[in-house]
């Protein structure tokens, strides 16, 4: 998973990317860190998505630009808008139902 620095490297992301995710963490969050190990484990299942994820620590504009209100919020971007949204609790087998759907519709 690509790590982002600044706020134009995410617009990119997504620009660049019809099918694209990004995880928002927050420092010192237990987590946010489970939540990135779970979603690096899935990625290979997912070829055509491409996943970054950036700490709002770095970045503290994104929490406005995405309206992120709480960490983690992990962000699903099909053709530049946002389709999907999980904040804080992260339920892996709703992420992969609503992946897989994504995923084909793309494929």
């Known amino acids: 998973m ?3 620095t600044t706020l134009k490297e995410i617009e990119q ?3 660049e990317n019809p099918f694209a995710l990004l995880l ?3 420092p010192n ?3 946010c860190t489970a939540v990135a ?3 690096e484990a899935l990625l290979p299942t997912y070829p055509t998505l491409s996943a970054m994820q950036a700490n709002i620590a770095d970045i503290p504009e994104m929490a406005s630009y995405f309206h992120a209100l ?3 919020v992990v962000l699903i971007f099909y053709e530049q808008k946002e389709v999907e949204r999980f904040a ?6 709703e992420l992969k139902v609503r992946l ?3 995923q084909n519709l793309h494929a």
């Open 37 to 39: 190990q779970q979603l």
């Open 88 to 93: 804080r609790f992260v339920p892996l087998q």
């Open 100 to 102: 897989d759907f994504w």
């Open 24 to 26: 928002i963490k927050a």
């Open 70 to 72: 709480t960490a983690p």
């Open 13 to 15: 992301h997504i620009n």
């Open 2 to 4: 690509k790590i982002a």
């Open 29 to 31: 969050c237990g987590v």
